[in-house]
């Protein structure tokens, strides 16, 4: 034995751990908001969730990250804990498609010139074939998603190649009788087997890759049944333990409660196995195999058959599982949080499924734009009949979008890096400008109810005449937050087209208001002392209608982000060009809302 040999074993290890988390993460990060839409709408009946999850486990590679992710749509209320029960069976019978793809490592022993076109699935030749078509993608970009699928091809490669050299390695070291002696005793005490099994899933966090390090370990020759099927069962709660722990941090009591019907399934599939193996055994049923050499292909059907069996033995059980982990983990008292749905959305369980994570803070922002938008019409009613309680009302909502914003504003910043794709960071950035403008939204409401406690403090108010164009002036801004909200909400280009000519007759309203003002100042009509409450409200209003229009600008950059840093000069080359759509709906606006206001100084 030399040191050497050690080298080339944790070599291997590094590179076929790497190639998997590059490939489960590639797979992942492509697969987010397919994922979610699909578990929302199949999940409804526990058959078809354990396909489910099965099937998502097999494509991500990752029981881990099926099992996360479900806690995450549990915890955000998308699904219900009943819902997630079949998906988390399923995940642990998809994740032994890895080994049943790492047994081609047995093609290399093939022989027979019958079986040559074998050897094109050998890893030998699938591990440079993968890693030359996944650069090739990377470095050309033959299309949309090419660098992710590139490097899921390049992960493949690596994994393999890690393989390789993992047993490469223990054919080295079962020369020197240090893998044999490793081993001969777990037949005789699976407990260590089974504690050796544990202990290693859990600190790879992979039950995947401690399956793939002892098919790779078989390549030595040297491992029987009986040696091995302890430390196979022992890898499913080392795996399930680590799973729970990262859906217990930070979750509420639901998103746990999927973490402990993992543990609680994965040991009533230890106690299952160990009992069926044992009397198996006792009735001479596994002689044949007991004392057998197993390679890679035994291990991948002894882990898929102890899966599956299981599986279909403990599915009536499903309810058991349910009523146990909601005694085990206590809902808890809680104060009534408006926003605590939303805000629960924004759970870093989604970091690798970024779709995921983009559509929580678009959940997050729309909350907080209808908040914003409600305040602002309270605010408006405050100028003509205030209420302390009211306004104390408005404050306390507006302390809630703070918190939003807050929360959303970190939340984004933890985002940014795990976003890969130019598409993905592009709409967290459009999110983040949006944020900051909805927070704004909100402020000119709070400034809004300010001046009608300082009107009211002073016992002051505005004139009759200037109430009813106040009350004009809601109207259009009213008119123009639906047209945001419903570009904002649908992505609607049609609706954030007519959000500048609004703004544009905003402006112009807002300045024929503040000449009638001075009019009737002049004439006495108005009082002095609300001159300035009127001034800042036209302040407040014609950056209410800014605001708009950057949150229209943000949704056209969505369809044109070619127009990325210079998008003002976009309204302003159409205002200059006389376009046509522009114009009349400028013109329609205009001739509706000065209209009112010519028939409100009528009368």
């Not at 399930?240 to 979750?251: H, K, W």
């Not at 206590?330 to 994570?357: C, I, R, W």
């Not at 598409?423 to 909100?442: D, M, W």
């Not at 006389?578 to 009528?602: I, K, Q, S």
Request: hydrophobic fraction near 45%; charge should be negative; aromatic fraction near 8%.
């Amino acid at each position: 034995m030399s040191p050497l040999n050690i080298i080339s074993l944790l070599g291997g290890l590094a590179l076929f751990l790497y190639g998997m988390r590059l490939m489960g993460d590639s797979l992942k990060e492509n697969s987010g908001a397919t994922m979610r839409l699909v578990m929302e709408k199949v999940t409804d009946n526990p058959i078809k969730a354990f396909f489910l999850g099965m099937l998502v486990t097999a494509l991500i590679q990752s029981s881990t990250a099926t099992i996360v992710i479900t806690s995450g749509l549990v915890g955000a209320g998308i699904l219900t804990l009943h819902q997630s029960l079949g998906v988390i069976i399923g995940a642990n019978v998809g994740t032994t498609v890895t080994g049943q793809i790492i047994r081609l490592l047995d093609l290399n022993t093939a022989s027979g010139g019958g079986a040559s076109f074998l050897r094109y699935l050998q890893p030998s030749t699938l591990a440079p074939v993968a890693l030359i078509f996944g650069m090739v993608l990377i470095m050309t970009g033959f299309f949309k998603n090419s660098k992710s699928v590139g490097n899921i091809a390049v992960g493949f490669g690596i994994l393999f190649t890690g393989l390789m050299n993992m047993t490469g390695a223990v054919q080295s070291l079962t020369q020197s009788g240090m893998v044999e002696k490793l081993f001969s005793g777990l037949g005789d005490n699976p407990l260590i087997g089974y504690l050796t099994g544990a202990g290693v899933a859990f600190a790879l966090q992979s039950s995947s890759a401690t399956i793939g390090i002892l098919q790779a370990f078989s390549a030595g020759g040297v491992l029987t049944f009986k040696a091995i099927y302890a430390v196979i069962v022992g890898i499913y709660l080392g795996d399930c333990v680590t799973t729970a722990i990262v859906c217990s941090i930070g979750a509420r009591p639901e998103a746990k409660r999927v973490g402990v019907v993992n543990i609680l399934f994965n040991l009533s599939e230890t106690v299952l196995v160990l009992i069926g193996i044992t009397v198996c055994h006792r009735l001479g049923l596994l002689d044949s195999v007991w004392d057998k050499t197993v390679n890679s292909g035994m291990i991948a059907n002894t882990n898929t058959v102890f899966n599956l069996a299981c599986a279909i033995l403990l599915f009536p059980m499903i309810g058991i599982y349910e009523t146990l982990s909601c005694k085990i983990v206590k809902s808890e008292p809680e104060k009534e949080d408006p926003y605590k749905e939303v805000l629960e959305g924004l759970n870093p369980a989604f970091f690798n499924t970024p779709m995921l994570s983009l559509r929580s803070c678009y959940e997050v922002l729309l909350a907080m734009f209808n908040a914003a938008q409600s305040n602002l019409t309270t605010a408006f009613a405050l100028l003509s009949a205030y209420q302390e309680q009211t306004y104390k009302a408005l404050m306390e909502e507006e302390g809630e979008i703070d918190r939003l914003t807050d929360r959303l504003s970190k939340y984004m910043v933890e985002l940014s890096p795990h976003l890969h794709q130019e598409l993905h960071a592009s709409i967290l950035s459009q999110y983040y400008k949006v944020n900051t403008e909805f927070e704004r939204l909100g402020d000119h409401a709070v400034n809004i109810a300010d001046a009608a406690a300082s009107l009211a403090k002073n016992n002051t108010s505005f004139s009759p005449d200037a109430m009813r164009e106040i009350g004009i002036l809601k109207l259009l801004i009213d008119d123009m937050l639906d047209h945001t909200h419903t570009a904002f909400r649908k992505r609607s280009l049609k609706e954030a087209e007519i959000i500048e000519p609004h703004v544009r007759v905003l402006n112009e309203f807002i300045n024929q208001l503040q000449k009638n003002h001075f009019k009737r100042m002049g004439e006495g009509k108005c009082s002095l002392y609300a001159d300035a409450a009127f001034s800042n409200l036209m302040g407040d209003c014609k950056r209410i209608g800014a605001i708009c229009s950057n949150v229209g600008i943000a949704t056209l950059l969505r369809a044109h982000p070619e127009l990325a840093d210079h998008e003002h000069l976009y309204f302003e080359n159409i205002q200059n060009s006389g376009d046509g759509t522009f114009n009349r709906l400028f013109e329609e606006a205009h001739n509706r809302y000065f209209g009112l206001l010519n028939e409100a100084v009528t009368e």
